[in-house]
């Protein structure tokens, strides 16, 4: 199922290379590039469920789940933590056919929307192999919290890049250029810096409480748990206010109605993130709490990537959409 703030953000099909596609292989694209967004949030969710359950060293080795065994069995000693280690590996697997999917697809038969889009159909294929290799040195190096969280934050790097697939592919095929205002751009921007502040600090969070992923993993960073619990919040506050920024202006200059929608999409995810978070600070950190707040960090990834992006378009040749909306603010501030 399509996450419901990005989905309401998608524009019509402008695309004439997408367009000109066959029905049936127009499916098989959506598809693809759908799955491979899927997949990457998806992923992240079933990586906190290993946290969350310790059972992130239920399998000791790697590749094999242990030593000349590559897959779990009931004689296994960390009993059914190794069965919920391996499922995540396993999810790997189908991310990688997604992601090898998406490249093959922009190669064959969208190389006209562009240099640009072809090397962003490439991230997804290099990151996942980038994931297994980080994956190899958590086992390795017992769940440090200086493996554990790039890892992390790798997977958020790909949904990035997997949300913007989705969008250039529904979007035109011409140069990029700016659909907003300066200022609007560069609150947008200065959104997404915050947004990756809010997610890095986030991890550090995580780093520093009681969900190492393994039941005997002792190793946490060294920090003050309420103080950066404290600093992730005050990051989160200054969030939602360049959110209700952007989205006043967004209504006050008439921009895209895309654009719009996907603006109520973060403010959606966020309030909803922000609830989980101060819940779940309040009673002590449940997993269940952390783990749907894990599963709300891919979907402000994603929304915000989506809001970024409709900042921008590749409809035809460079013309005067911006700037003839920046005069008429002009205009209406006169």
């Known amino acids: 199922m399509t996450p419901a703030p990005v989905a309401a953000a998608i524009p019509e099909i402008t695309s004439p290379v997408l367009a000109s596609l066959p029905a049936s292989r127009r499916r098989l694209v959506s598809i693809a590039f759908w799955g491979n967004l899927i997949c990457q949030m998806g992923i992240i969710v079933t990586g906190g469920i290993v946290r969350l359950t310790g059972s992130g060293l239920g399998c000791s080795t790697w590749p094999n789940c242990e030593p000349g065994q590559f897959a779990p069995n009931t004689a296994n000693p960390t009993g059914f933590r190794a069965f919920i280690e391996f499922g995540n590996r396993t999810l790997t697997g189908v991310l990688s056919v997604f992601a090898l999917a998406v490249l093959i697809i922009a190669l064959r038969w969208l190389r006209s929307k562009g240099r640009g889009f072809l090397v962003l159909a490439w991230m997804p294929l290099v990151g996942t192999l980038l994931q297994a290799i980080v994956g190899m040195a958590i086992v390795k190096l017992h769940l440090h919290p200086g493996t554990v969280a790039p890892h992390f934050l790798i997977s958020i790097a790909l949904v990035v890049v997997s949300t913007v697939l989705v969008a250039r592919l529904h ?43 393994d039941l005997e993993a002792t190793v946490r960073l060294a920090l003050d748990p309420r103080m950066v619990s404290w600093l992730h919040a005050d990051a989160v506050m200054l969030f939602c206010g360049l959110v209700v920024g952007m989205l006043l202006v967004l209504h006050l200059i008439d921009a895209r109605s895309h654009a719009r929608r996907a603006a109520w999409g973060v403010v959606i995810v966020t309030v909803a993130q922000a609830a989980l978070g101060y819940t779940q600070y309040f009673l002590a950190l449940p997993a269940v709490l952390v783990g749907l707040h894990l599963a709300g960090a891919a979907l402000f990834t994603a929304a915000v990537s989506w809001l970024v992006t409709t900042m921008f378009t590749w409809q035809g040749p460079p013309a005067a959409d911006a700037e003839a909306t920046e005069r008429r603010v002009e205009v209406s501030a006169r």
Request: hydrophobic share 50%.
């Open 171 to 213: 979007e035109g095929d011409g140069a990029v250029r700016r659909a907003v205002p300066r200022p609007v751009l560069a609150t947008a921007i200065a959104l997404a810096v915050v947004g990756a502040a809010v997610l890095v600090l986030g991890t550090v969070v995580t780093s520093t409480g009681p969900h190492s992923g």
